[in-house]
């Protein structure tokens, strides 16, 4: 398949969960077992397409840096266990190291909350030509914050700050940096995996049952499990407050990880080939050094 056709065909599997407008967006609408009409006996072909969207994606972010003009943000959020170590992981597999960093923002630091909520995220932010993979995010201040309110205690902030509008203005902060990064050049892609609390309970016993997945359970992920309703309301919040055609969500449907790894790849390739990325020109001074120095490699042809 040609790359246009990847890219056409990416469209139109990333469109049905993308959110540009959050006002009529309701999570409950989103069915997180979804695989848009595939089954299980499609895997293999699902793996196949996957592969060929990650070779699309290598040959878009070659271009991406050395263009060195746009910058891309992708930023996940979701529940424990819904899998964005592994989307991470296999959709940027062929991404070439020089041009991607990926961090991971865990309990903010005692210098960072010595700071603006925003600070820890921005000192990372990627350069022009990169693509930077935010595990978690600023969203965290709007998510894990507004569902354990205790934690602005620990904020420093002064008390008249933290009023009851304190969520509306974080996501009006939020929506404005996200409109200046739009305007710098960086492309804000952001996904929620949407796991259903069963198929979270399904992944957790995996790692209580398997010796090699026992590193990654955590007693707190259990604990966190008893306000997951709370954190439904809070992320469907979040996405209605600052999903926007220059920012958007992706709402992933997060319980078959096969599905949800070939969903997001196909949203970054149609971003990026929306971009109408190109290498850049030559121009006739730069031409002239490159037969200069093409003469020269041939003059010295066989010799040390």
């Not at 809070?234 to 220059?246: G, Q, S, V």
């Amino acid at each position: 398949m040609e790359q246009k056709e990847i890219v056409e065909v990416a469209r139109k599997f990333s469109a049905p969960y993308r959110i540009t407008d959050g006002k009529k967006f309701r999570l409950r609408d989103v069915d997180p077992n979804d695989t848009a009409g595939f089954k299980d006996e499609d895997k293999p072909r699902a793996k196949e397409a996957l592969q060929m969207g990650v070779d699309a994606l290598s040959q878009l972010q070659e271009v991406l840096y050395a263009q060195d003009r746009w910058s891309v943000l992708l930023i996940f959020q979701a529940m424990d266990a819904a899998g964005k170590d592994g989307a991470i992981k296999h959709v940027m597999s062929g991404i070439n190291p020089q041009g991607c960093q990926v961090t991971s923002f865990k309990t903010p630091s005692a210098e960072d909350l010595d700071h603006d909520f925003m600070w820890r995220c921005v000192r990372h932010l990627p350069e022009r030509g990169r693509i930077g993979v935010f595990n978690r995010s600023y969203y965290e201040e709007v998510l894990v914050v507004r569902v354990h309110q205790e934690i602005l205690q620990r904020q420093k902030l002064p008390a008249t700050l933290v009023t009851k509008r304190i969520w509306e203005e974080r996501y009006e902060d939020i929506g404005n940096f996200e409109r200046y990064l739009t305007r710098n050049g960086t492309i804000v892609l952001k996904f929620f995996l949407n796991v259903s609390k069963k198929e979270q309970r399904k992944r957790f016993l995996e790692r209580l049952d398997k010796p090699e997945k026992n590193w990654k359970f955590s007693q707190a992920d259990v604990a966190e499990r008893a306000h997951w309703d709370d954190y439904m309301h809070a992320y469907e919040e979040a996405i209605r407050a600052t999903a926007a055609k220059h920012a958007p969500w992706y709402v992933v449907p997060a319980d078959n990880k096969w599905f949800t790894r070939i969903v997001v790849a196909a949203a970054i390739i149609d971003q990026l080939a929306s971009l109408d990325l190109s290498f850049p020109k030559i121009d006739a001074a730069k031409r002239q050094e490159l037969e200069a120095a093409r003469a020269a490699l041939m003059q010295g042809n066989g010799s040390h």
